[in-house]
């Protein structure tokens, strides 16, 4: 089954063709809201409330159009309100016994790891924390333009800004980007 039957079974109320869509984009739109988001667990609930909503709102789709910008969209504004609600959220919990596992765990993985995939994780994880203290729509542009490989033009059409706006969202989540990381050596 391709994507335009999966739509056309969608739109007839048939459910499984989203099962098609899941297994085409979840994992690139898990990903994508993960780094906007900060978070696996909310980046997946944001990932599921989409694929809902896509098939709540299937009927409106234009067939003509390609499904993977129309879903990413949903994707990334979504994850741009979720980091923002999370940003504004204070947490309560002080597990530092929690954290305390979690290195050690890290520590006893990395150990029987060679010397140049532990210095790959570790660029992965700072890169990560440097993207993550970017502001939620520095973190979309640099996703979809740099993660999802999408050009200028595309990437601005999906935060519905001007491209010259992304240029800017672009070079400015650069700049703090080399700081940041150029502060951890």
Known sequence: MDEAQAITQLKAGDISGLQMLVETYQIEAIQAACLITGDRA???DVVQDAFLRA???IQGFDETRPFRPWFVRMVVNDSIK???RQSRQISLKDDGEADYKTVLQKLTEYI???EDAFEQ???VTEMRQAIARLSPS???AVVLHYFLNMSTAESA???NCAPGTLRWHLSVARAR???LLASLK
């Open 42 to 44: 909310t980046a997946e």
């Open 55 to 57: 098939f709540d709102k």
């Open 82 to 84: 979720a980091a923002i």
């Open 112 to 114: 029987r790891e060679p």
């Open 121 to 123: 994780k570790e660029l």
């Open 138 to 140: 520095q973190r979309a």
């Open 157 to 159: 059409a999906q935060l």
């Open 177 to 179: 980007l080399r700081s």
